[in-house]
């Protein structure tokens, strides 16, 4: 069977800087890989060339087995892919629908909003999944007083909404407690249990370990070295993150 | 029974309280459009009070359902420049690039023809003069998205350069439109129904409408606010933001024509040179006072609808009231300066 994504000899430089180097990289189809890494590893980078928002230098990108030429965000979408951004790529001066449903507005033909679907929906998923039970946080709520949390929980929300097979989290928990951390990994495990596939980045190795069936670890751009986590504990995994750390090599 | 009695008076308080929780979520969305709206009746009633004789007539009505058109075409489309976070101050040069387009058709088609015979050699006139002020605002959507120009600077620059095409091409030649007195054309475009309401005023308030759709109702309206709210978010999740930015300046090119044949219509002479001076200024006003923030990502079409009027009634009042002319600048810096002021300081305010 084919992977659900797969990546051939990915390069990527920002003038003078090269983050990724010749990295081959896989996702298989019900597959969760978590990817590791110090910071400034390349890890964000890697995904936002997944997401079609980097064009890379070199390299082939290839969904289902199939070669993808200039990856966009929107083909990335088409192809099944959200993400959850580092950054978490909201506006703030927007409202909670405009935010879920930014740049993939439901509409009727000709291009006009479908404004009473995008707002049921969106409150379908404040009380579904958000969990948010303030009176307050409506649809048309604006995101910028909304908490860290919160904000986060959009972003995660949004990321679930479109029912994708590919999910890309980019430092979910940071910023989240102990009980948001949780439900997120749950939420992880739930997309493996659905037969989907994701790609989880965070660096809290606990966290990983427990919901990635793999672990890819990233230094200075490039793989340094990769584990089924059934084969590894977690001991051993944390002292193998030290020592690439200090010596850029795994053994 | 008691409890029934009971349980019908809390679900009175209940819905009296939901009609003022309503009434309270109104006001605080619409505290802009309500602020402009007291504004405007505010110095309405000033000028009645000041020039009793000018504003309880009905002439000076008419003047200004004649006179806001010109720019206030230009101010809806401009609000959304503004919210995409780009700035045009090339629209006044655009207006006589566009109408150097029609002149030029127009001479070749229908020029020293008379009455209905001019009609459809103006109407492509008309369409010439729409699609290269379409194609001019690509220009300057082109030249700050690919090349990475400020839009502020782009469009000093271009406003320049195309003044400079025009006063070339016509080697600063006006150029009549008598001819077109009398036409369906000209009735279309500048006439007054049942003699008295500027018909301009109409397709003022449809190009109100279809801007209000465009950025309310449709994607490139959504795309609009967040372009300029938050522009790597926005790419991060697949907006188009080059074409957007590039399709609003083509917007304002192509209302900037249009604004440029009405004006020009209205007193029956094309005026290269001049062809589109002040308005700069009245627009910017406008679209400033009507709420949009300079800082992108906010603003609506009401709200600079209502600022054109503010704007046309100042500068009406400051005349009849006494004052010189020369106030009408001084004022509307002012008005321009303070509303930005205003956003400015709320913006640190909220945080
Ligand atoms: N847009 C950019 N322009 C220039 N350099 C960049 C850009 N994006 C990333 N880099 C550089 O690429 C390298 C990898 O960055 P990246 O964000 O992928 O790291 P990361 O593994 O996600 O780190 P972290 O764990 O801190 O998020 C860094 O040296 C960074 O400075
Ligand atoms: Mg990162």
Redesign the pocket.
């Given at each position: 069977m084919n992977y659900r994504l797969e990546l051939r000899k990915i390069s990527k430089s920002?003038?003078e800087?090269q983050?990724l180097r010749d990295i081959d990289f896989q996702v298989g189809q019900n597959e969760v890989v978590g990817l590791l890494?110090?910071?400034?590893?390349?890890?964000?980078?890697?995904i936002?060339i997944v997401t079609g928002y980097?064009q890379p230098d070199r390299g082939e990108i290839l969904f289902n087995g199939k070669r993808v030429e200039h990856l966009t965000v929107t083909k990335a979408r088409q192809l099944g892919v959200e993400t959850v951004y580092?950054e978490r790529a909201l506006a703030d001066q927007q409202t909670l629908w405009r935010n879920i449903f930014m740049g993939r507005e439901l509409s009727h033909r000709f291009g006009f909003l479908d404004l009473k679907t995008m707002k049921s929906e969106t409150n379908r998923l404040m009380l579904e999944s958000m969990g948010f039970t303030s009176a307050a946080v409506n649809p048309e709520s604006i995101i910028k007083t909304f908490s860290g949390g919160e904000k986060q929980g959009v972003a995660i929300v949004r990321a679930l909404h479109f029912r994708a097979d590919l999910i890309i989290l980019?430092?979910p928990t940071m910023g989240l407690s102990l009980q948001e951390t949780r439900k997120l990994l749950e939420f992880v495990r739930d997309i493996k249990g659905a037969g989907k596939s994701a790609i989880f980045?965070d660096?809290n190795v606990f966290h990983v370990h427990s919901v990635a069936d793999r672990v890819v670890v990233?230094d200075r751009?490039t793989v340094a070295g990769e584990f089924q986590t059934k084969d590894i504990t977690l001991d051993d995994l944390m002292e193998k993150m030290y020592r690439v750390a200090q010596t850029g090599s795994l053994e | 029974m008691t409890s029934s009695v009971d349980q019908q008076t809390k679900r009175r308080t209940e819905q009296e309280q939901d009609f003022k929780h309503s009434l309270a979520r109104f006001a605080r969305k619409n505290a802009l459009q309500l602020g402009i709206i007291s504004v405007f009746l505010l110095l309405w009633l000033l000028f009645i009070v000041g020039a009793p004789r000018v504003f309880l007539a009905p002439e000076i009505y008419a003047a200004f359902m004649s006179s806001i058109p010109f720019f206030g075409i230009m101010a809806l489309p401009l609000t959304l420049v503004i919210i995409a976070r780009e700035i045009d101050l090339s629209f006044g040069s655009i207006m006589a690039v566009g109408m150097t387009a029609f002149v030029l058709v127009f001479e070749l088609l229908a020029d020293g023809q008379e009455g209905s015979a001019l009609v459809g050699g103006a109407l492509v006139a008309l369409a010439a003069a729409l699609v290269v002020g379409f194609l001019v605002g690509l220009i300057n959507g082109i030249i700050v998205v690919k090349i990475g120009i400020p839009s502020l600077i782009t469009t000093i620059g271009t406003q320049f350069f195309w003044r400079g095409v025009v006063l070339v091409i016509t080697s600063g030649q006006g150029f009549s439109l008598i001819n077109t007195r009398g036409t369906a054309f000209r009735e279309v475009l500048v006439g007054r129904i049942g003699g008295y309401l500027p018909i301009q005023m109409v397709w003022m308030v449809l190009i109100g409408i279809a801007m209000w759709i465009l950025l309310n109702r449709h994607r490139f309206g959504a795309h609009v606010y967040l372009v300029g709210d938050n522009e790597n978010s926005a790419r991060l999740m697949g907006v188009n933001v080059d074409r957007t930015r590039m399709l609003v300046f083509g917007l304002i090119g192509v209302a900037a024509a249009f604004a440029g044949v009405l004006a020009s219509m209205e007193v029956n002479y094309f005026w290269p040179a001049t062809l589109g001076e002040g308005h700069l200024m009245r627009t910017l006003a406008a679209v400033f006072l009507g709420g949009t923030s300079v800082f992108g990502g906010t603003g609506t079409i009401v709200g600079t609808f209502l600022a054109c009027f503010i704007v046309g009634t100042i500068e009406a009042g400051t005349v009849s009231i006494g004052l010189t002319g020369y106030f009408t600048q001084l004022i509307f810096g002012l008005i321009i300066v303070v509303s930005v002021a205003m956003h400015t300081l709320l913006r640190k305010r909220l945080g």
């Open positions: 920002f003038g800087v983050s890494g110090d910071n400034g590893a390349g890890k964000s980078t890697l936002k980097h580092q980019d430092e980045i660096h990233l751009g | -």
